[in-house]
Each structure stands twice: as C-alpha cells, then as structure tokens.
C-alpha cells in the first residue's frame, strides 16, 4: 500500500513537473513577442526561479529515497539538478531583476526555451516505466537531444559569463571565486554528460 502511495506521489510529480515546464515555454511564447528582450523578466523571471528551484529539490529528495545517498551521485540527473540550484543562486536578482543586465541579453530567452523543452521532455518520459521496446529516439528526443540541451549549455554559459561581466551587490568574494571555478569547468563537464547521454540512448 505504501509502495502505492510513493509511486503515484512519483507519477504526480514528475506529470505536474512537465507541466509547469510546457507553462514555462507558453508563457515565454506569449510574453516575448510583445515586450521583447528588454522588458522579458518581470513577467517571467519569478516563475522561472521557483520553478528550477523547488522541481530540483524535490528531484534530489527522490533520488536520495530511490537510489540512497551514494547510488543518487552516480546518476547525471543529481548534477543536473544541483546546477539548476546554482543557477538560481547566481541569477536570482530577487528584488531588482527587471532591471538586471544579465537578464536583458537574448541568451536569457534561449536559456528559457532550453531549459523549458528539455526538462518538459525529461520529466514527461519519466511518468511511466518504459517498455522493453520503447523507442527511445524520437522526434521529441531528437528535438530535445539536437536542439534543446545544445541551447541549453550554451545559453548558460553566456549568463555565467555576463555575470561575471556585469557586477551586482548579490555576490560576494567567496561567490565569485566559485563562479570562476565553474567557469573553467562548466564545458568539459557539461559535455562529458552530453555525451553519456547521447551514448545511453
């Protein structure tokens, strides 16, 4: 019964979850053509912080119930979720994001579509357990795969690279030594990933 209960409770959120991404994406269609690059983030800003915050979250509190502590950092999907955490600690701007630099850049809108498309279709594959013939490459994984995570990393990377670029009193000493770090290591890790990803499927 409680196997049940955990399961639907697992089932729920990752539908709810792909959800809020597709509300993410349809949010930023309806948005973006009518205030443009410069006025983007107040009507969108918000939704996307909470959003990567609290889906990240609680996907690290499944994977540590599933998969233990250990077994949860052999998975990509932890290092995927803890970066979306970082993201939101370094692009927060919680009291002046309408009028962040970083967030005026069209990075910013490709970072949206990125992440909004490829976590709709990673959340959306995990609702059910795949059949031992599941075609795992289709037009949905080949848009997420070619498209999707490429604008995704590289989206990201420009943000990072303009926060450094533009200076705000968000940050601190500390912190921007560890956004450095990142910076040198952001691509090799990221494609490393790519790559294991590719190659899984």
């Known amino acids: 019964m409680a196997w049940k209960l955990t399961n639907k409770l697992y089932q729920y959120y990752q539908l709810s979850t792909s959800f809020l991404y597709v509300a993410l994406l349809s949010r930023w269609i309806i948005i973006f ?3 443009g690059v410069k006025f983007l983030p107040g009507g969108i800003h918000e939704f996307l912080m909470y959003l990567l915050f609290f889906s990240s979250v609680i996907e ?6 599933f998969r233990g502590f250990t077994g949860a950092f052999r ?11 970082y993201v939101v600690l370094v692009l927060h701007f919680h009291d002046d994001y309408e009028h962040a630099l970083v967030l005026k850049n069209i990075s910013y809108s490709t970072f949206i579509v990125g992440v909004a498309i ?21 037009l949905l994984w080949k848009l997420d795969t070619f ?3 490429p604008m995704l990393y590289c989206s990201e990377f420009v943000l990072l690279l303009l926060n450094q670029r533009f200076p705000n009193f968000h940050t601190t000493e500390y912190l ?12 090799p890790f990221a494609l490393t990933c790519y790559r294991k990803y590719i190659a899984r499927s």
Request: net charge positive.
């Open 33 to 35: 053509p009518l205030v």
């Open 60 to 65: 690290i509190l499944w994977l540590f119930k």
């Open 75 to 85: 998975k990509r999907t932890i290092y995927k979720d803890l970066n979306f955490l």
């Open 118 to 138: 490829s976590q709709a279709y990673s959340h959306g594959t995990q609702i059910f357990k795949r059949a031992p013939n599941y075609k795992r490459k289709t």
């Open 147 to 149: 498209i999707a995570l």
């Open 176 to 187: 921007d030594q560890f956004n450095k770090f990142i910076m040198i290591i952001y691509f």
